[in-house]
């Protein structure tokens, strides 16, 4: 493909998304070979753009207001295998690589908890240390 291609492709993309009023999209992740639901972020135009053009998953950080390449400080990298959106134009689906772990707290996943008999029940376990994805920051 060729780069006038790609930016065709990705200016088309942009074109069908919904972004709500902050000019962000839902994006959830899913590793593309098992189904296992990863994890919910946010993207922008220019994370979605970004993501596209590198095939590495971007996405937008709404506490620092800005762009977060997945595993930029962990090494815990999500590559793109296929990008979808839903039928409103208002939610994207990730199919991605998870390279480790996505969740921050250390668990293949951020969906840990379960609603049991009226309580929060943890249903996965820290699979590698957060100080040793992210340093200790005290």
Not at 21 to 45: C, F, K, R, S, Y
Not at 64 to 69: I, T
């Amino acid at each position: 493909m060729t780069e006038l291609q790609s930016q065709t492709l990705s200016e088309k993309a942009l074109q069908a998304v919904s972004f709500n009023t902050d000019g962000l999209v839902p994006a959830i992740a899913q590793q593309h070979d098992t189904g296992e639901v990863l994890m919910m972020a946010w993207m922008n135009a220019e994370s979605l753009a970004d993501t596209l053009a590198t095939g590495r998953v971007c996405y937008y950080s709404r506490s620092r207001q800005a762009l977060w390449r997945k595993g930029e400080s962990s090494g815990q990298v999500q590559t793109l295998v296929d990008l979808r959106l839903d039928c409103d134009g208002d939610t994207i689906l990730l199919l991605v690589d998870q390279k480790g772990v996505a969740c921050h707290t250390g668990r293949r996943n951020c969906f840990f908890l379960a609603a049991r008999a009226g309580e929060w029940e943890t249903i996965a376990e820290v699979e590698t240390n957060p100080d040793d994805l992210y340093g200790n920051k005290d």
